[in-house]
C-alpha cells in the first residue's frame, strides 16, 4: 500500500510538474510548420518588454503616441517624392507592435524581428554596427552568408540606394528613414531565412551598419509589404504570396498570435475585398473603404474622402505598425460626432482619445462597422473601446490623423484588428477577414 503510495505521489507530482512546465514557460515556441508566434511587443515573451508589466490602456497610450510619426512614415511613403524626415531626440520607445522570432544564416541566429506590412525590404542589425543595440547579426558567424553587389539586380528594387552611376563593382548601400524620426545605412545582403521550420535560401536584405534616432527595430524589420524585395515577393515559390495573421489584444501580457505563410491552413470560407494596387508605393496594402456606420446610423462622409487614387496616394490602408486606427480628419470627426451622438456624455480626453465616457454608459454603446467592398467588418466592442486602467472610462479606441501631417491615408491599425484573422492574398489580389480569438 506504501509502495503504491509512494508511486502515485511521484506520478502526480511528475505530471503536475510536467504541465507546470509548461505553464512556467509560455513563451517557448509552439510553432508548428510554419505557424509562428507573432509577440505583442510589450509582452512577457517580448525580450523589448518594460521591467515592469503597465497597465494594457498605458501601453496603448504611449504605443500610440508614436501613431503621429507613423502616420509621418507612411505619409512620406505615399508621397511623390518621399521625404527625409527631420530626426527628433529623447524618444524613449521604438516603432513596431509586434514581432516574431526569425532566425538568419547557417547555423542560423535569432533575432525577434518587427512585423511591418508596409515595408517591402527586411533589415538587422550587424555587428559593428554603430548605434545598434547588444543584439546583431554576425555574417562571419554564417556559412550561407554573401554580399550583394550593385550590379545585381536587387540592388536597383532599394528605395535610398546609393550605388556609383558608372555601374563599377562597389557593395550595394542603402540609407533609409524609418518610423519618421530616424534613418540607418545597410548594405544588402543574402543569406537562408529561417521560419519556424521553413528555410528561405538566398533571402535578400540589408545589413545595418548605422542607425541615428530611435525607431528602428533593435532586432531589425520583416517587411511584408507587396514590393519585389519584400519577404511576401522572395518566398513566392514557397509560399505563393500568401499569408495571414491574428493579432493577438494588447491585453493579453502573455499570450501571442499567429502568423501563417503560405496557402497552407488559411480559412476556408473567409469573405474578402478586393487588394487595390498603388503603382507609385507598391509595397501598401490599399483596400477600398467605401463607408463606415455607427449604430444604424450610415455615417455622412464625402466619398472623395474615402476614394483611392493612386496619383495623391489617398485611400485607406491596412497595417501592422500604427498602434489606433487613424482616418482623415473630416471622416474621424464625422465618425466621433454620430458616436457621441448614441452615447451618453461628459466626454473627456485620455491621450489620444477625445471621446471618453462613464464606462457605466457603455452598454448603450453603438457598435462601429468598416464598410469595404464586398466585405462587412463589424468591429467587437473590444476594438472598438478601450478602458482606463481604473476601469471607470471608457473611449472610443480610434483618432483623427495628426493635424502636422498633411495626410491623405486613412490607416487602419492594430487595435482594430486584434483577434481578427487577416488574410493577404496577393497572389489573387484579396484581402480577407474572419473572427479568431488568438489571445
Ligand atoms: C569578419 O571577417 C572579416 C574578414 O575575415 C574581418 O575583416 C572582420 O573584421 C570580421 N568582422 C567581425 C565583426 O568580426
Ligand atoms: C542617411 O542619410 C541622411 C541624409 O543624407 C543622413 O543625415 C544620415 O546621417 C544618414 N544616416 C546614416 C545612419 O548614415
Ligand atoms: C470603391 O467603391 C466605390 C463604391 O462602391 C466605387 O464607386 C469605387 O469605384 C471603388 N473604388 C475602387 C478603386 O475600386
Not at 190 to 213: E, H
Not at 336 to 354: C, H, I, M, N
Not at 360 to 375: C, D
Request: hydrophobic share 40%; glycine share 8%; with cysteine.
Amino acid at each position: 500500500m506504501m509502495k503504491y503510495l509512494k508511486l502515485t505521489t511521484f506520478f502526480f507530482f511528475f505530471a503536475l510538474s510536467i504541465s507546470r512546465n509548461r505553464a512556467l514557460d509560455p513563451c517557448a515556441s509552439q510553432s508548428d510548420g510554419s505557424d509562428l508566434s507573432v509577440i505583442p511587443i510589450y509582452s512577457k515573451c517580448s525580450p523589448f518588454k518594460p521591467p515592469e508589466a503597465d497597465s494594457m490602456v498605458n501601453t496603448v497610450i504611449k504605443m500610440a503616441s508614436k501613431d503621429p510619426q507613423r502616420l509621418k512614415f507612411l505619409s512620406s511613403l505615399v508621397a511623390q517624392k518621399p521625404t527625409v524626415a527631420p530626426i527628433a531626440s529623447g524618444q524613449q520607445l521604438h516603432i513596431g507592435n509586434y514581432v516574431v522570432r526569425a532566425k538568419i544564416g547557417t547555423p542560423g541566429q535569432l533575432l525577434f524581428m518587427v512585423l511591418d506590412t508596409s515595408s517591402d525590404t527586411a533589415w538587422v542589425p550587424c555587428s559593428g554596427c554603430s548605434g545598434c543595440s547588444s543584439t546583431t547579426f554576425s555574417p562571419n558567424s554564417s556559412t550561407t552568408f554573401g554580399p550583394l553587389d550593385c550590379s545585381l539586380a536587387q540592388c536597383t528594387q532599394v528605395r535610398g540606394l546609393s550605388c556609383p552611376a558608372t555601374g563599377a563593382a562597389a557593395p550595394c548601400l542603402f540609407n533609409l528613414s524609418y518610423g519618421g524620426d530616424s534613418s540607418f545605412s545597410a548594405t544588402l545582403a543574402q543569406d537562408s531565412l529561417r521560419l519556424a521550420t521553413d528555410v528561405v535560401p538566398n533571402f535578400a536584405f540589408g545589413c545595418i551598419n548605422a542607425v541615428s534616432g530611435n525607431s528602428v527595430p533593435p532586432q531589425g524589420l520583416l517587411g511584408l509589404g507587396r514590393g519585389p524585395l519584400s519577404l511576401v515577393t522572395q518566398s513566392s515559390s514557397l509560399y505563393s504570396g500568401i499569408f495571414s495573421y491574428c493579432l493577438p489584444s494588447f491585453k493579453s501580457y502573455y499570450f501571442s498570435g499567429s502568423l501563417k505563410l503560405g496557402p497552407v491552413g488559411q480559412p476556408k470560407n473567409i469573405r474578402t475585398t478586393p487588394l487595390l494596387r498603388n503603382p507609385h508605393r507598391p509595397s501598401l496594402y490599399y483596400v477600398n473603404l467605401t463607408g463606415v456606420t455607427v449604430g444604424r446610423v450610415n455615417v455622412p462622409i464625402a466619398p472623395e474622402l474615402l476614394a483611392f487614387d493612386s496619383n495623391t496616394g489617398a485611400g485607406t490602408i491596412i497595417d501592422s505598425g500604427t498602434v489606433i486606427t487613424r482616418f482623415v480628419q473630416p471622416v474621424y470627426a464625422a465618425i466621433r460626432d454620430e458616436f457621441r451622438k448614441q452615447v451618453a456624455g461628459p466626454f473627456s480626453t485620455l491621450g489620444a482619445f477625445d471621446t471618453c465616457f462613464e464606462a457605466s454608459s457603455e452598454a448603450g454603446a453603438p457598435v462601429v462597422s468598416l464598410h469595404f467592398t464586398g466585405l462587412d467588418l463589424k468591429l467587437p466592442l473590444e476594438n472598438t473601446l478601450i478602458h482606463s486602467s481604473a476601469g471607470t472610462l471608457s473611449c472610443l479606441a480610434m483618432a483623427a490623423a495628426p493635424s502636422n501631417v498633411n495626410s491623405v491615408l486613412n490607416v487602419i491599425a492594430n487595435l482594430q484588428q486584434q483577434n481578427l484573422r487577416i488574410l493577404f492574398d496577393v497572389a489573387n489580389s484579396r484581402l480577407g477577414i474572419a473572427r479568431e480569438l488568438c489571445n
